[in-house]
């Protein structure tokens, strides 16, 4: 059965998750959101690099709505504007039609989301009968799929850490990542928002929370804790330029505390080219990038995860997996019970329809 599918943004992640629907045997796309004149009334294959599909994009969300899809793709920036996103997200499961998502990643874990952002979802699918998944590749599959598989290579576990090591230096995301981080700040400027209390818990607390409960665990308490590197000479990278004394490299922490001990942590370390935070830790071999996990404990486990091989740079994978995220689970969200759902609610074997030739494989 083929699942009818609008995509819903064409900003950095939504053109990978818009090419990957318009490549797949098993999705047809019947809709596509963008906004601003330079967008709206293009053809859905134009905006994304492919040849011309017939669909045309709109900024008209009613229309959307209106066309009763299986399953919207929604990728539209919603951490900044959550009110506005949440009423479109909101529209599409009331009319029955499933969200898998990138956004909102206070979602990824939808049992220890706030109430503001959980009822209205939970209600709008019990009222449309359709299902909510959000996830990514961090937060999402670095906190839960990749702990959770290594877990099952454990006897026992003293310690999980996951780490997100990230060079963003090329990563095209100034307007979020790097206002929201603190990139290119001073000393005594405004705190950003990643750095507001509790703004940490409320991203990588949930994965903490999840890796407790799989390991059977009353956490005692959750920490965050963050650290900022100034740069010592200017950089100059896809991100921004940043002067002298200024924010080149950001590490933090979210902490699950047991008897006195951080026995569950998820940690980043992101820096701006490798000037940056040289005696920060680094991804193994020399790379730009991992999403890690380390569990200490019978065995002992690491896992490195590279997204981005054969020339696509590493940011570029991270954006093309977080669109692969979403649009992969598709089907399975589909077929899934109503509500909000989290990884564990889906069937891992998500990748039906995937092998491809290389000469018509996405490459970035
Ligand atoms: N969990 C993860 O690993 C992960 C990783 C990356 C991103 N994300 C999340 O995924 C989402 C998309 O990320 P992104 O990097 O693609 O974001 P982005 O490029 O900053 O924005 C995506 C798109 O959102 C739409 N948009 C932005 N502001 C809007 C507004 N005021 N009104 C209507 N539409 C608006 C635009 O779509 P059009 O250009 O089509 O108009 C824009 O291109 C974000 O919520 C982000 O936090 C999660």
Redesign the pocket.
Known sequence: MTVRVVQF??????VHALRQIIESPHLELVGV????PA?VGRDAGELCGMGLTGVIATDDVAALVALRADCVVY???????PQ?ALAEIIAFLEAGTNVAA????WL?HPAHAEAWLREPLAEACARGGSSLYV??????FSGDTLPLAALTLCQSVERLVVQEVFDYGTYD?A??TGVSFGFGLAPGDETPTLFLPGVLTSIWGGPVKVVAESLGVVLDEIRESHDTWLATEAISCTMMHVDPGHVAAVRFAVEGIKDGRSVIAMEHVNRLTDAAAPEWPQPPEGRLGVHRVVITGSPGVEINTHVGLDGVDHNQG??IA?AARAVNAVPAVVRARPGLLAVRDLPADQASGLLRHRSSAQSG
């Open positions: 943004s064409t900003g950095n992640v939504g959101h963008a906004s601003g967008k990728t539209s920036q919603a951490e900044t504007r506005d990138t956004s909102m990643v990824v996830n990514g590749i961090d937060p999402g995301d307007d979020f991270g954006v977080t």
